[in-house]
């Protein structure tokens, strides 16, 4: 994929106590793990600093740091790409999500209270929504704050950098499987993960979130539908 459409990059909403590099930084982060930029999109410096309205230092830097999380590759010509996919290193990606992630939630369950419940509703019901309008951008990023919420109800998580390090990773090919769900993903498992948490069933609530990741993205690599960005096995 090829794609030169327009990046939607934005420096707003941001706290303004924070410094051009750090917002540079979250803008392209958060544009990479939600799959705004997807894989073969070559990007460039210039081509970002215009977009952002910044000089090209921080851009720099974010680009440096990115590319240190892995999330992007800086290549010899100084064009900037999301790395190359191959079919075991998705599938090693998606065992990880699924292994941190249901420990998380299952750790986090207890800290949960209606409070916490009614809002992970909320959000749930906002995935839903997304997915009626089409919206495949808002259905990423309202997945995404379901997970997170639910996560963070541990106080005493250590998890969440290591969960959003594999988000940031498999961003691109996420935004790309939600397109085709409706194929793949024929139980609600969030409904699942909610109604575990109403009955106090830790077990039950590790075992919807680790099928909603495998049936959320795991096709991908046997469905041969993104077989033009992802590697085959060796």
Not at 86 to 101: I, Y
Not at 142 to 150: A, K, S
Not at 168 to 194: C, K, S, V
Request: charged letters at 25%; glycine letters at 4%.
């Amino acid at each position: 994929m090829k794609s030169k459409a327009p990046l939607k990059l934005t420096l707003e909403g941001f706290d303004p106590a924070m410094t051009v590099n750090q917002k540079v930084y979250l803008s392209l982060r958060h544009a990479l793990m939600c799959g705004e930029i997807p894989p073969g999109r070559a990007l460039t410096i210039r081509e970002l600093a215009a977009t952002l309205e910044v000089s090209p230092m921080p851009v720099r830097e974010a680009l440096r740091q990115l590319a240190a999380e892995s999330a992007l590759e800086i290549q010899g010509n100084r064009r900037v790409l999301v790395p190359k996919m191959t079919a075991m290193k998705f599938q090693e990606l998606l065992e990880a999500r699924v292994a941190l992630e249901s420990h998380a939630a299952e750790r986090a369950m207890p800290y949960i209270d209606k409070a916490g419940l009614a809002e992970l509703e909320q959000l749930d019901a906002r995935v839903d929504a997304a997915y009626e309008r089409g919206d495949h951008a808002q259905v990423s990023i309202c997945n995404q704050q379901f997970h997170r919420r639910l996560y963070s109800a541990n106080p005493h998580q250590v998890t969440l950098t290591l969960i959003e390090s594999l988000w940031l990773q498999l961003g691109p090919f996420m935004r790309l499987a939600t397109t085709e769900l409706a194929g793949h993903y024929q139980i609600d498992r969030h409904n699942e993960a909610l109604d575990a948490i109403r009955r106090h069933d830790a077990f039950a609530l590790r075992l919807a979130i680790s099928a909603d990741i495998r049936d959320g993205i795991g096709f991908v690599i046997t469905s041969g539908l993104f077989q033009d960005v992802i590697e085959p096995r060796a």
